[in-house]
């Protein structure tokens, strides 16, 4: 037997399986549990109405994934609804519409039928929001943007007071406006207020400007996470500086400040990014 074989095994025994329900110990976190129950983060939120996945010693998590409950009910997707509003009215975050019913995407289409753990109404025309996955706005290149009104001094002063109208923002998948934004959306929309022109994709953000480690980070920095424990990246936001990064958070579903060294990102974190010349183009640069 080979020596790979055998650690595979003596892991296994080592590792107790966990029942049905399961009492959080000391130095728990929702991904160590999530991956000894065989369940996504998404799924072990979803599956005990956890809105965050800071967990307290004691807590008792319910860990069945089961067939849905009797008192859940189908929705049927119609003209006007996107996957945050269905889940707004649902009481429910995007993140746990798209476990409950197995989606990797928050693209929906016309006819398509959801689960929900209570009943919605349907949109009537007048409350039907104008659509929000609108094209990424086409931005000339970066030397030939005007910035002449962007104000002087710190990249991370400038950022922070360009974020605040955002506060509060919705979380719109492929959204790029403070009617709904997503994280890559709302670091392109800001850099482009600093003349800086970013693709709307936060795995493409990781490729530009210069790596940075974590103890020297400045505001203005991207930082970059895996939320979904694929190995790469799949969000993004801005260093402001004191341990904060704003970012369109889909867990909260709006905009918000947030800490680095909170448990759920500090746990996530992949890296950083600096935007130097020529992608920074600032007044006096």
Same mark, same amino acid.
């Given at each position: 037997?080979?020596?790979?074989?055998?650690?595979?095994?003596?892991?296994?025994?080592?590792?107790?399986?966990?029942?049905?329900?399961?009492?959080?110990?000391?130095?728990?976190?929702?991904?160590?549990?999530?991956?000894? *129950?065989?369940?996504?983060? $998404?799924?072990?939120?979803? &599956?005990? %109405? @956890?809105?965050? /996945?800071? !967990?307290? +010693?004691?807590? #008792?998590?319910?860990?069945?994934?089961?067939?849905?409950?009797?008192?859940?009910?189908?929705?049927?997707?119609?003209?006007?609804?996107?996957?945050?509003?269905?889940?707004?009215?649902?009481?429910?975050?995007?993140?746990?519409?798209?476990?409950?019913?197995?989606?990797?995407?928050?693209?929906?289409?016309?006819?398509?039928?959801?689960?929900?753990?209570?009943?919605?109404?349907?949109?009537?025309?007048?409350?039907?929001?104008?659509?929000?996955?609108?094209?990424?706005?086409?931005?000339?290149?970066?030397?030939?943007?005007?910035?002449? *009104?962007?104000?002087?001094? $710190?990249?991370?002063?400038? &950022?922070? %007071? @360009?974020?605040? /109208?955002? !506060?509060? +923002?919705?979380? #719109?998948?492929?959204?790029?406006?403070?009617?709904?934004?997503?994280?890559?959306?709302?670091?392109?929309?800001?850099?482009?207020?600093?003349?800086?022109?970013?693709?709307?994709?936060?795995?493409?953000?990781?490729?530009?400007?210069?790596?940075?480690?974590?103890?020297?980070?400045?505001?203005?920095?991207?930082?970059?996470?895996?939320?979904?424990?694929?190995?790469?990246?799949?969000?993004?936001?801005?260093?402001?500086?004191?341990?904060?990064?704003?970012?369109?958070?889909?867990?909260?579903?709006?905009?918000?400040?947030?800490?680095?060294?909170?448990?759920?990102?500090?746990?996530?974190?992949?890296?950083?990014?600096?935007?130097? /010349?020529? !992608?920074? +183009?600032?007044?006096?640069?």
């Amino acid at each position: 037997m080979t020596r790979p074989l055998l650690l595979t095994l003596a892991l296994a025994l080592l590792t107790p399986a966990l029942a049905d329900a399961y009492t959080v110990q000391a130095g728990d976190t929702a991904y160590s549990v999530a991956r000894r *129950a065989g369940l996504s983060v $998404d799924q072990l939120l979803t &599956l005990n %109405a @956890l809105t965050s /996945p800071n !967990l307290r +010693a004691g807590q #008792v998590l319910n860990l069945t994934l089961s067939a849905p409950s009797p008192s859940s009910v189908t929705y049927t997707v119609a003209p006007g609804d996107t996957a945050y509003n269905i889940a707004r009215r649902a009481n429910l975050s995007v993140d746990a519409l798209l476990s409950l019913n197995n989606l990797s995407s928050a693209d929906l289409r016309l006819g398509q039928v959801l689960t929900l753990p209570v009943a919605i109404a349907p949109l009537t025309p007048s409350s039907a929001p104008a659509p929000l996955r609108a094209a990424a706005p086409t931005l000339p290149p970066v030397s030939a943007l005007s910035v002449t *009104a962007l104000p002087t001094g $710190d990249i991370g002063a400038d &950022l922070r %007071a @360009l974020g605040t /109208p955002w !506060l509060g +923002a919705p979380y #719109v998948w492929g959204g790029a406006s403070t009617t709904g934004v997503d994280c890559s959306g709302l670091t392109m929309e800001l850099y482009a207020q600093l003349g800086v022109k970013l693709p709307h994709q936060s795995a493409q953000q990781f490729t530009l400007g210069d790596s940075v480690d974590r103890d020297t980070l400045e505001p203005g920095d991207l930082v970059f996470f895996d939320t979904e424990g694929g190995g790469h990246v799949t969000h993004v936001g801005i260093y402001l500086g004191d341990d904060e990064f704003i970012n369109a958070n889909s867990y909260l579903g709006r905009v918000s400040i947030d800490k680095l060294s909170s448990t759920y990102f500090a746990t996530r974190y992949l890296g950083a990014r600096r935007l130097t /010349p020529p !992608l920074t +183009a600032r007044r006096g640069l």
